[in-house]
């Protein structure tokens, strides 16, 4: 969101953020303010505490992550998220997960924000920004990054029903600062997409995403649904890569991908 974006949530929910800062602080006191000779700050503001949400659940990093930039304990960053998101939920607002940008060390994220060239600077794990090269995905990243976070918001929603459904409370994201999805919401849609587009095999695709085949099939199952509900434009490609490799050498080609030629492999 822009800055402006960013100000206008904070003012929406600086009233809810004072009001519970002010039951806390009577709660501690066990009943009305006294007079005193000074007043101890909190660590974050509550301006603080919405950016640092709104990066949370955008899963740009984890929990530990965020500790390791601000220097403050995981008691203090857990709390201020877990009372932020819940003022969010009253406030029916929802914040889009990003696509594909997910750091797991605090160097990462700290070099990307403040170079001067932030692709230079890729995540952890650099192959799968790399996936949504536009012969892959059959759109360019502007229309891929539109689509994903149109469905994304869709997807958590069938996910959270389902749950409810199963008479689950668990939300995600919330295990120990860390996501609980062994991939996120955006991959899960772009692998979704490259599978549809038959890119590649499935065992391929799970070796690009570093996670096992079944759970890239459960996380492909559950956002198939969500695609036709919408009739995305996937179409599928007039090439299929055999191995991991050969997908990734062909986006350092400087051209296209080969022709498909007598290859042929089975679903």
Same mark, same amino acid.
């Given at each position: 969101?822009? #800055?402006?974006?960013?100000?206008?949530?904070?003012?929406?929910?600086? *009233?809810?953020q004072?009001?519970?800062?002010?039951?806390?602080?009577?709660?501690?006191?066990?009943? /009305?303010?006294?007079?005193?000779?000074?007043?101890?700050?909190?660590?974050?503001?509550?301006?603080?505490?919405?950016?640092?949400?709104?990066? @949370?659940?955008?899963?740009?990093?984890?929990? $530990?992550? =965020?500790?390791?930039?601000?220097?403050? #304990?995981?008691?203090t960053?857990?709390?201020?998220?877990?009372?932020?998101?819940?003022?969010?939920?009253?406030? $029916?607002i929802?914040?889009?997960?990003?696509?594909?940008?997910?750091?797991?060390?605090?160097?990462? %994220?700290?070099?990307?924000?403040?170079?001067?060239?932030?692709?230079?600077?890729?995540?952890a794990?650099?192959?799968?920004?790399?996936?949504?090269? *536009?012969?892959?995905?059959?759109?360019?990243?502007?229309? =891929?990054?539109? %689509?994903?976070? $149109?469905?994304?918001?869709?997807?958590?929603?069938?996910?959270?029903?389902?749950?409810?459904?199963?008479?689950?409370?668990?939300?995600?994201?919330? /295990?120990?600062?860390?996501?609980?999805?062994?991939?996120?919401?955006?991959? /899960?849609? %772009?692998?979704?997409? =490259? @599978?549809?587009?038959?890119?590649?095999?499935?065992?391929?695709?799970?070796?690009?995403? #570093?996670?096992?085949?079944?759970?890239?099939?459960?996380?492909?199952?559950?956002?198939?649904?969500?695609?036709?509900?919408?009739?995305?434009?996937?179409?599928?490609?007039d090439?299929? @890569? %055999?191995?991991?490799?050969?997908?990734?050498?062909?986006?350092?080609?400087?051209?296209? *991908?080969?022709?498909?030629? #007598?290859?042929?492999?089975?679903?």
């Open positions: 969101m822009s #800055n402006d974006e960013l100000d206008a949530m904070r003012t929406r929910l600086s *009233p809810a004072e009001a519970r800062a002010e039951q806390c602080r009577f709660v501690l006191r066990g009943g /009305r303010r006294v007079a005193t000779t000074g007043r101890s700050r909190a660590l974050l503001s509550g301006s603080d505490e919405v950016l640092i949400t709104v990066i @949370y659940l955008r899963q740009v990093c984890p929990q $530990k992550v =965020l500790c390791d930039l601000l220097g403050i #304990n995981p008691v960053i857990s709390q201020a998220i877990k009372a932020t998101r819940q003022l969010m939920d009253e406030e $029916k929802s914040i889009t997960p990003t696509v594909v940008r997910s750091f797991t060390r605090a160097d990462d %994220l700290r070099a990307w924000e403040t170079s001067t060239d932030p692709a230079a600077h890729t995540p794990h650099p192959t799968l920004r790399a996936l949504t090269a *536009p012969h892959l995905t059959g759109m360019n990243r502007d229309q =891929l990054d539109s %689509l994903l976070e $149109k469905l994304i918001g869709p997807y958590a929603a069938a996910i959270e029903q389902r749950r409810h459904q199963r008479g689950s409370t668990r939300r995600p994201g919330t /295990r120990g600062g860390v996501f609980r999805q062994k991939i996120t919401d955006g991959d /899960r849609t %772009l692998a979704t997409i =490259l @599978y549809q587009r038959r890119v590649c095999t499935l065992n391929v695709l799970a070796e690009l995403f #570093n996670v096992s085949k079944s759970t890239l099939w459960n996380a492909i199952n559950d956002v198939m649904p969500v695609l036709d509900t919408h009739n995305a434009p996937i179409t599928p490609t090439h299929r @890569y %055999l191995t991991a490799a050969d997908l990734l050498a062909s986006i350092q080609a400087p051209q296209g *991908p080969p022709p498909l030629g #007598n290859q042929h492999v089975d679903s």
